[in-house]
């Protein structure tokens, strides 16, 4: 099974994404909703969560994990990728290769939670790759309880929007990184404030992809996951948000399955 875990049930994007591009491999994920938000704690709690997720989706049979959390895979990715023998994938390094092929300019814009900004992974692996690169980042720890909220399309979501992507505009980026789970329901507000002369980055999809090729390089992986079993979304806490955000992201209904995982 391919293991996916995040904060909540926003990393279902990456799920969603996942079942796009490997439509015939089976996908376990467990959604920390009784925890959430990640994105406000600190760097050992979001730590100490993100290996007892990783226990859990081992414990059900995951043979490869994805971190679909920026917040846990900015603070812990490499943590875990030292730590556990399965192939661990994030969301953060394969966005960042799009985010680099896409600029033409080098100025990148990342949006993302306290945490994931305040962790400058992203910055540290944009500049990586490319050291000529300007990045301007920005914290915009509003824009999930709004998509929790179902808040897609209100006028207060757009103000909101519109104040957080101002410094970056100014900035003149020509690509922009959304470096949250959430992000990618509300893309369809932010393309728009931003216009047609900038990239906006996907991690869900770009993290898939990755996924896919690595499973092409790695057929003795490959051949030892699970075809065609029913995908299992686990949730820490069942909460109606919980409920009506998978559904929103899906567009259909998900059988939520609630655990306890903490010891
Ligand atoms: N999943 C988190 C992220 O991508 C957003 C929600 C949270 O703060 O827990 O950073």
């Given amino acids: 099974m391919i293991g996916i875990f995040d904060s909540g049930v926003g990393g279902m994007t990456v799920a969603r994404a996942v079942e796009e591009v490997l439509p015939e491999r089976s996908i376990i994920y467990f959604g920390d909703v009784a925890r959430a938000p990640y994105g406000s704690k600190s760097p050992a709690t979001i730590s100490r969560y993100a290996r007892q997720n990783c226990d859990f989706l081992l414990a059900k049979g995951a043979r490869v994990i994805i971190v679909a959390c920026n917040s846990a895979a900015s603070v812990a990715g490499h943590l875990l990728q030292q730590e556990y023998d399965v192939p661990i994938m994030e969301v953060i390094s394969p966005a960042v290769a799009q985010a680099v092929r896409a600029s033409v300019s080098g100025r990148i814009g990342v949006i993302g939670t306290r945490a994931t900004i305040n962790a400058r992974v992203y910055e540290q692996e944009i500049c990586a790759l490319k050291p000529a690169a300007k990045v301007f980042s920005q914290p915009c720890p509003l824009l999930v309880p709004l998509v929790e ?115």
């Fill in 149 to 263: 909220e179902g808040w897609l399309a209100k006028r207060e979501t757009k103000m909101i929007i519109r104040r957080y992507l101002h410094p970056l505009r100014a900035r003149s980026i020509d690509t922009l990184v959304l470096g949250c789970t959430h992000y990618p329901l509300l893309a369809h507000l932010i393309k728009p404030r931003l216009g047609p002369h900038v990239q906006v980055i996907d991690s869900s999809l770009a993290v898939a992809h990755v996924l896919k090729k690595f499973l092409v390089d790695n057929p003795t992986l490959a051949d030892s996951l699970a075809k065609g079993e029913e995908n299992r979304y686990y949730v820490s806490d069942l909460t109606e948000a919980a409920q009506s955000t998978a559904r929103r992201i899906f567009g259909r209904p998900i059988n939520l399955e609630l655990v306890q995982i903490e010891k």
